[in-house]
């Protein structure tokens, strides 16, 4: 290769983005949240795999649905020439694994999911190609009471994460009879206002007339608000169960909107729907999203089993969190170490152990290409790192067995460093942390005291 000749750069796909440590602390913080939200709800984590049969989703969401004809990443595999497809969604290998392991032999189970999925689609704001779920499988419970506890669950979540600007829409879509009848009606009434359709609605019109509903063109919106609504053909049980849903809402001040025309994406869904949507984020307003599909586990050949559930869009949360003000802390940790001199650096090594023994998160100033750098140019990678304190140890501090600690975010800078003895440190920045007084002695129980954000 020539020495003068450009080597050039490689870029990351379009639509798959990284997430770069700025956001991590985001990040960790919702999915701590989500976390600890699901599990006060006795919901037990399940990882699946990303690379699912291409029959999988074809089967579960329909063949006629946007996600199956335009939007799956599928491939052949070229070992052994299987049909592969990148996770589009979960349910449908949620729903896989249960039959596969028999998850349900012994009762219903709470489950919930975390991770990538793989859309092609036009990446836009909250929208990309690979995107990242938190969703919850309800399987086995046949009632309105576990269609409630997730939304409730949900409501808990923005509560806990401070958002407000989240509202919750819910409908019933009914059986399978009664969409039946519907989907005739419905074709019926299209066909008679076949001129205002747009070529996707034609499109749509004898495969998938229930998505026509949900079109987002201006010219179609008074025809499609007059369209027969499949509310209307809800028979007794289906009526029952949606009440018993808004029952228990009602009961809970969780408060609610019935849209009709709301019906999900996926053929899977019976009865209970809903999404919680926001205004915040421009087109892309769905947040969150889900309902019943009592018939997957039968569509994919197993027994009948009763299920609900939901996906939530970390990424469109995460935008709604930072457009809503929340405050998240950027520090990735307690305690900043900063040294000058061969014995100073051998002296922070071994006081940064017993810092991270104490349950604190400790960064070491480490040299760079540049060198060690000075105090100065240390300091400010302290107070950089959003550090409670920073701990300095020189040639001075080291020849008297000391070290000096500064408090980074104290309100009076003029009186914010001390000298303490080396053995001391960690107490004494443990006190001044947790607020106690007793003295700790880290090398017998690290254990006891955990110090993170």
Known sequence: ???????????????????????????????NTVQSVLKSYGFQQIRTPIVESTHLFARGLGEVTDIVEKEMYSFDDALNGDKLTLRPENTAGIVRAALEHNLTYDGPKRLWYNGPMFR???????????FHQVGAEALGFSGPDIDAELIAMCQRLWDDLGLQNIRLELNSIGDAEERQQHRVDLIAYFEQHIDLLDAEAQRRLYSNPLRILDTKNPSMQTMVNNAPKLFDYLGDESKSHFEGVQKILRHNCIPFTINTRLVRGMDY???????????????QGTVCGGGRYDSLF????????????????????LELMKASGEAHNSSHCDVYLAHQGDEAQMQSFVLGERLRDAGLDVVLHCASASGAGSFKSQMKKADASGAAYAVII??????????????MRAEDMDNNQISVPFEAAVDHIVNQMTGTTDAIDCCDDPSHIHIHH
């Not at 027994?303 to 869009?313: D, N, Q, S, V």
């Not at 020189?394 to 408090?407: L, P, R, S």
């Open 1 to 31: 290769m020539s020495e003068n000749k450009k080597i050039e750069k490689i870029n990351g796909v379009k639509g798959m983005n990284d997430v770069l440590p700025a956001d991590a602390a985001l990040w960790e913080l919702f999915e």
């Open 120 to 130: 092609h689609e036009k990446p836009q704001r909250g929208r990309y190609r690979q």
């Open 269 to 283: 869904y019976n009865r209970t729907v809903f999404e919680w949507v926001t205004d915040e984020l421009g087109s």
């Open 298 to 317: 039968s569509i994919f050949g197993g027994k009948p089993t009763p299920a609900c559930g939901f996906a939530m869009g970390i990424e469109r949360l």
């Open 394 to 407: 020189g040639e001075d501090e080291a020849a008297v067995n000391t070290v000096t600690i500064k408090a």
